[in-house]
């Protein structure tokens, strides 16, 4: 007995130097070439990522799996971002904002309940890969829970849109937009996800119907643009066309919004030989018909060339670059805060 003993511990020990000392080779997951075979395409949307961290290796996959909704589905991420105001959770907004950028830069559509359950890290190489998945009923329950939220707001604002202010009705029809637009995103991902649930939600208002309430509320408001120091229009002709593209219309009668403000080009002497350099100022302000302040919006610097034209003219695409970035977000918030209590 103990000579047999001793021969299984020889033996195990041979077993375990051969382990030990032989070459060690890791076979990588099935999951990486085909997730189907774990997570079938009938439950789950699946994507790969890889990258040198698990965080970019994710990142990647989540960007993969929304590669898959994005040929069919166009987004406004301005829209996006007045819904989470809208609803109060402006908070969530940037969370998924920055989930979005780490997802896709082309791509701002919002993805949610992506799950992560698989990883795996090379060790030849030290690649990190993650596997995204989308379970499509779960997934689906979650958007018709959204869906009916969604218009039950949208008949909310709708109602409110019933008002003898010409502000107030494009406020709430505006808003109604911007929820309905969070909707068509989910019913399109939806068709891509678990058609089926399509079923299990009715929308009162067709976002097309209130497109074109909206359009017509927008050709109600009237402005007016006014700048001082504007000689060549193209301040004036930045905001008009900002203005204009929202629907609203010009009006040189008792306009709803009143565009005032000044811009200042001056040269300035830095001492650099060979270069022109222009300080810029534009102080704009939006009152409406009441005279109150609807919106301030400000701009200074400075921009040099070699030609002192082209500083000037580089000065006056500052000027209507900060127009783009601020006026129109601005002017929503001034709306939203007239229907949102």
């Known amino acids: 007995m103990q000579a047999w003993r001793g021969l299984v511990l020889i033996g195990a020990g041979l077993i375990l130097g051969c382990a030990v000392t032989g070459p060690v080779t890791a076979a990588r997951p099935g999951w990486m070439e085909n997730p189907q075979m774990k997570y079938p395409a009938k439950y789950y949307l699946t994507a790969v990522g890889e990258g040198d961290t698990l965080q970019a290796a994710e990142a990647v996959a989540a960007g993969n799996l929304a590669k898959i909704f994005?040929?069919?589905?166009?987004?406004?991420?301005?829209?996006?971002?007045?819904?989470?105001?809208?609803?109060?959770?402006?908070?969530?907004?940037?969370?998924?904002?920055?989930?979005?950028r780490n997802v896709d830069m082309v791509t701002s559509?919002?993805?949610?309940?992506?799950?992560?359950?698989?990883?795996?890290?090379?060790?030849?190489?030290?690649?990190?890969?993650?596997?995204?998945?989308?379970n499509r009923a779960e997934t689906a329950a979650i958007h018709v829970t959204r869906l009916k939220e969604n218009d039950a707001r949208t008949a909310r604002f709708v109602a409110r849109s019933d008002d003898l202010s010409p502000a107030i009705t494009y406020s709430a029809l505006s808003a109604a937009v911007a929820i309905s637009a969070d909707s068509q995103q989910l019913l399109e991902q939806l068709d891509v996800l678990y058609p089926a649930a399509k079923a299990q939600v009715t929308m009162q208002y067709a976002h097309d119907d209130l497109q074109q309430r909206l359009a017509t509320a927008a050709g109600a408001i009237g402005f007016s643009v006014e700048i001082e120091?504007?000689?060549?229009?193209?301040?004036?002709?930045?905001?008009?066309?900002?203005?204009t593209g929202l629907g609203f219309v010009v009006s040189a009668d008792s306009p709803f919004l009143r565009v005032r403000g000044t811009v200042s080009l001056e040269q300035t002497d830095l001492g650099r030989q060979g270069l022109h350099f222009v300080r810029f100022l534009m102080k704009l302000d939006m009152l409406?018909?009441?005279?109150?302040?609807?919106?301030?919006?400000?701009?200074?610097?400075?921009?040099?060339?070699?030609?002192?034209?082209?500083?000037?003219?580089?000065?006056?695409?500052?000027?209507?670059?900060?127009?783009?970035?601020?006026?129109?977000?601005?002017?929503?918030?001034?709306?939203?805060?007239?229907?949102?209590?």
Not at 72 to 87: C, N
């Open 229 to 243: 120091g504007d000689t060549e229009g193209k301040v004036s002709q930045a905001v008009t066309s900002l203005l």
């Open 109 to 134: 559509m919002s993805l949610q309940n992506v799950q992560y359950p698989e990883r795996y890290t090379d060790p030849k190489t030290g690649r990190v890969y993650a596997l995204a998945a989308l």
């Open 70 to 100: 994005s040929t069919h589905i166009t987004v406004d991420e301005r829209l996006t971002e007045r819904y989470y105001e809208l609803i109060g959770k402006q908070n969530l907004y940037q969370e998924q904002t920055q989930f979005d």
């Open 288 to 341: 409406d018909a009441y005279g109150k302040i609807v919106l301030a919006l400000s701009e200074q610097g400075r921009e040099g060339h070699i030609s002192l034209n082209e500083a000037a003219n580089r000065c006056i695409r500052s000027m209507t670059g900060a127009l783009d970035r601020q006026l129109v977000y601005k002017l929503f918030t001034y709306f939203d805060q007239l229907v949102v209590q």
